[in-house]
């Protein structure tokens, strides 16, 4: 079975500092992993994917990811935030031929 | 090319009524997922089509089913309506093979309100 922990269910940062979004997964295969954005009262935008190969993903939207077998995570990074940032974001996994999971989600809000 | 199309967006339902969803996916998809998102959470699966066929069903009682029709679209019902319902409901469109890598492109949802 897969399982996506995501430890922090809010996270508050003030305008143009950085930002990291914690995502712990737990599978016993090699697994695919997602970050999705979900902006108020809207459905779920692929943020950016990690397949293989390069440990760091580039996403859209000036966000980045590094997945660490060892460590089991992928988190989620944006040197610079901005008000528009401000949604809900998921970290899902999934191993092949298996359903996405997704973990319960992180609050980011931007303060001005 | 058209995204996910979901339908309603919004719906209010009285408890034991049943409501029926669609969603349509992207054009060249030959599968698509239901997904659960009650406030607060993150979605929860519920059924997997797949050329008409259920390919994997979620936690979710036997009040919950779904179709899939010869155009790849489907219906997700909804019988004997609970508050516990109330929930944004999210069509996935899947690529398969081995494109089914590159993820899902989920829909806008129908958010149900169950009063």
């Known amino acids: 079975a897969q399982s996506v922990t995501q430890l922090d269910s809010q996270v508050p940062v003030f305008e143009e500092a950085p930002v990291e979004l914690r995502c712990n997964y737990s599978?016993?295969?090699?697994?695919?992993l997602f970050w999705y954005v979900q902006y108020p009262n809207q459905g779920l935008q692929l943020l950016l994917k990690?397949?293989?190969?390069?440990?760091l993903v580039k996403g859209i939207n000036g966000f980045e990811a590094e997945f660490n077998k060892s460590q089991t995570s992928f988190h989620l990074r944006k040197p610079s935030v901005h008000i528009s940032d401000t949604a809900e974001y998921f970290c899902?996994?999934?191993?092949?031929?298996?359903?996405?999971?997704f973990g319960t989600g992180t609050r980011l809000t931007i303060i001005p | 090319d058209a995204g996910v199309t979901q339908s309603p967006t919004h719906l209010i339902k009285t408890r034991g009524q049943q409501v029926t969803l669609r969603c349509s996916p992207i054009s060249g998809h030959k599968s698509v997922s239901w997904y659960q998102q009650v406030l607060g959470q993150g979605p929860q699966f519920i059924f997997q089509?797949?050329?008409?066929?259920?390919?994997g069903r979620g936690n979710f009682p036997d009040r919950f089913s779904a179709r899939q029709f010869p155009n790849y679209s489907s219906e997700l019902n909804v019988n004997a309506l609970l508050l516990g319902d109330s929930a944004l409901y999210l069509c996935?469109?899947?690529?398969?093979?081995?494109?089914?890598?590159?993820?899902?492109?989920f829909g806008s949802g129908t958010r149900l309100t169950v009063v």
């Open positions: 996935a469109s899947i690529p398969m093979g081995l494109a089914e890598r590159y993820g899902y492109t």
């Open positions: 089509y797949y050329e008409k066929e259920e390919r």
């Open positions: 599978s016993s295969v090699s697994v695919y």
């Open positions: 990690y397949l293989s190969g390069s440990t």
């Open positions: 899902a996994v999934r191993a092949p031929n298996e359903k996405l999971t």
